[in-house]
């Protein structure tokens, strides 16, 4: 498995302002019960617990692939979190000292809804829900029977979809958006997935239960660049020489949902191209990376020229 550390899964478009309260919204989709953190925890167990791998590679290699991506979704919804608690790169913001903090440059900060946020994690992302509250590791299933534990993943899914949507509808500013967008679009990939390897070891058609909630991607906006792309016909390796074996469960003659664009699905090797990271420029005031931060940048400077 591998993934790439200087970009993410999809682009982020820059948040207007800063809005810790919009960036403590976007937290369900990280710490909640049905947020990535979930998704993550749930099929990393599962794949590491998996019996008998080489003789049911094909569910295996679909189980350890999605795992493989949802790490890159902690990641995207992280940075989307921190984009919306921190706001805009301001060019140079983090050159000086923090100056005079004794008119409580802060102060607003007491008041928004996830305090911790700036307190404890310095305008960072945390594994917690909107509230607060910390994940845990009662969301993890993972029994050891094969067939339990995909449906347990469809369930996920799905309701991971319904999740994300309700925080889509909480949100206007275009980072938190797209974030969301991207997520159901993928969200709906692995619940399609995971009800064609239902079909596969069962003969139960569980597509007739898809799409759960009944709203099609077409009504998203944020949705459509990766419907026109063929995201939503895409599974990823992740990995050079893994997982292919997968594509006897993602492909083989399937086809997209009845309510997304048309074409036959697909197992592509590697991973997403994805999109930059924003650099999060340094908050002196806030201790952010340092008090004072010029010889730690110079130190920086050093060891990356030495490292060329």
């Given amino acids: 498995m591998f993934m790439r550390v200087d970009q993410l899964q999809a682009d982020l478009p820059a948040p207007k302002r800063a809005d810790p309260n919009a960036a403590a919204a976007l937290q369900e989709l990280l710490g909640g019960k049905y947020g990535e953190m979930s998704t993550l925890g749930n099929y990393m167990f599962q794949s ?38 921190n706001g805009p790169d301001i060019p140079g913001g983090d050159e000086g000292d923090g100056g005079d903090i004794s008119g409580a440059p802060w102060e607003g900060m007491k008041d928004i809804r996830l305090a911790a946020a700036f307190l404890s994690g310095g305008g960072g992302a945390m594994p917690v829900n909107s509230n607060g509250v910390s994940w845990n590791n009662d969301f993890i299933t993972t029994t050891g029977n094969v067939v339990v534990d995909l449906l347990h993943n469809f369930h ?18 275009p980072t938190g958006r797209e974030v969301c967008g991207y997520l159901l679009v993928r969200g709906s990939v692995h619940a399609h997935a995971y009800a064609l390897a239902l079909e596969k070891i069962t003969g139960v058609d569980v597509k007739k239960f898809l799409p759960t909630p009944n709203i099609p991607l077409d009504k998203v906006p944020e949705c459509q660049k990766y419907l026109d792309e063929g995201s939503h016909r895409r599974l990823y390796t992740f990995s050079p020489g893994d997982y292919k074996e997968m594509s006897g469960i993602w492909g083989n003659g399937e086809v997209a949902l009845p309510t997304d664009p048309p074409g036959e699905l697909e197992v592509v090797d590697g991973m997403p191209e994805g999109g930059k990271i924003q650099q999060l420029i340094g908050v002196p005031s806030a201790f952010t990376p340092d008090y004072a931060p010029e010889e730690m940048f110079e130190i920086a400077e050093k060891l ?4 060329r």
């Fill in 304 to 307: 990356y020229k030495a490292s």
């Fill in 156 to 173: 996920l899914e799905c309701g991971a979809r319904l999740h994300k949507l309700r925080v889509y509808e909480t949100l206007s500013d």
């Fill in 48 to 85: 590491f617990n998996f019996r008998s791998k080489e003789k049911l590679k094909p569910f295996y290699s679909l189980v350890a692939s999605i795992t493989a991506e949802e790490l890159g979704h902690v990641e995207l919804v992280s940075n989307g979190v921190a984009m919306l608690n």
